[in-house]
Structures are given as C-alpha cells and as structure tokens.
C-alpha cells in the first residue's frame, strides 16, 4: 500500500476516534453537588452542577452575577455575558446551574456560561431587579411591576431602590397619603420588592415607580 493511501486510512480513524469521544462526552454531566457544599469550597476548582433560589441580580462591566440561595446558604453565580439571556430570569425562580467553583475575595462563587443555566421552576414572572430593568426601562414603560433591591436615599416622599452595589438606582414616588408611613419605616440598605407603575417622565426626562406597596425580604 503506497503512502497516500495510508495516510487516508489513517485520518479516517482518527476521525471515527474523535466522533466516538465526541459522542461519550456529550453523555457525560458534571457531578451535581448541594449548595451548601459548594459555598463552603469543598469543591474548589472543580466543574460541578448546583441548584439554587435566585435571590439576586445585578449587571457588572464583566458580566452579570446571580446570587441563588437554599434555606440560609447563599452562592454568587458569575456568568460572562452581555446579560441579554439573563433578563428574562426573575427573582424567585429556581434554576441549575453548570459551571466552575473558585475563590473570589475571600468567598467561593460558580464561574458559568449562559447556556449552562436551567430554569427548573419558575417564581414570579412579574418580580425583576432593579438591573434588569435598567438595561431595558422602555419595555417596562406603563406596567404594573414587582422590583427588587435595595433601599438607597430615603427623602420625604421619595426614595431610591437600587442593586446591591448602588450602580443602578431607581426613584420611587410615595403618594401622599401613604407617605410618611411607608417611608418612616424604610432604613438605607433594606432589601424590598417594591409594586407600582414603571412611567416616563417627560418633564424631568427620567423614569421612576409610582408605589403601590412593598414588602421586606
């Protein structure tokens, strides 16, 4: 058998070879660890799979970073992404998510990709964080939403929500009657979810919520 004709037989099973493990790979899945065990790092460095409550979004010039909880356990999730897949998670959802454990400024986090996000139950559709809403407030114009975050300065019969971090902040208009009441009892660093009319204001060209309710978290 001349040359050439090895050199075939022999890239043709290299390429049945890569198929094989290409096919075996694709039925493997990363180990699925608890939570609680991951946000202690006993898996530090290691690919797993965890599931968790979302209890926290916000946007970072990064990527975007979920924080997802289990009874009194909380772990960050830092996802690198432009965060358009992310908006359409909402607070409360429960979700798997695949991806690798590391130390962060003295705090273990899972390191994941968009697609290695699963939305297994779904919380309150209507509940968004304040990020969220930011990257796309004109989508909310005229709605009747539940957002979350915390409170930021508090004024007479205004205050601020905004992410955990206070790079986005939103302003929150207390009617009058309901005012003093509602805000007497808010602190600057309360986590709520606020209920209003997401509007426009052209007058002073910003938007803002017009409250309802909120309830603490």
């Known amino acids: 058998m001349d040359n050439i004709g090895k050199s075939v037989i022999i890239l043709s099973l290299l390429g049945v070879g ?23 790092g006993t898996h530090e460095g290691a690919f797993i799979r965890t599931r968790g409550v979302i209890t926290d979004f916000r946007v970072t010039e990064y990527g975007d970073v979920l924080t997802i909880g289990v009874n009194k356990t909380e772990l960050p999730i830092f996802v690198d992404s432009a965060g358009e897949a992310l908006l359409n998670l909402s607070y409360g959802d429960e979700i798997e998510v695949q991806g690798r454990v590391q130390l962060y400024k003295g705090r273990y986090e899972l390191v994941a990709a968009e697609n290695g996000i699963k939305k297994l139950i779904y919380g309150n559709e209507n509940t968004s964080f304040v990020s969220q809403i930011a990257m796309r407030p004109e989508e909310y ?28 902040c939103m302003r929150v208009k207390v009617e009058a009657e309901a005012g003093d009441s509602i805000i007497s009892e808010l602190q600057k660093g309360d986590k709520i979810i606020a209920e209003g009319v997401f509007v426009y204001d052209p007058e002073n060209t910003r938007y803002e919520l017009n409250l309802i309710s909120l309830r603490r978290c």
Request: neutral net charge; hydrophobic residues 40%; charged residues 25%.
């Open 141 to 168: 114009e005229g709605r009747k939403v539940n957002v979350v975050g915390y409170v930021g300065d508090v004024y007479k019969r205004v205050f601020y929500l905004c992410d955990e971090k206070g790079k986005y």
């Open 18 to 40: 890569i198929l094989y493990g290409i096919s075996l790979t694709s039925f493997v899945e990363s180990p699925y660890v608890p939570l609680e065990a991951v946000a202690v």
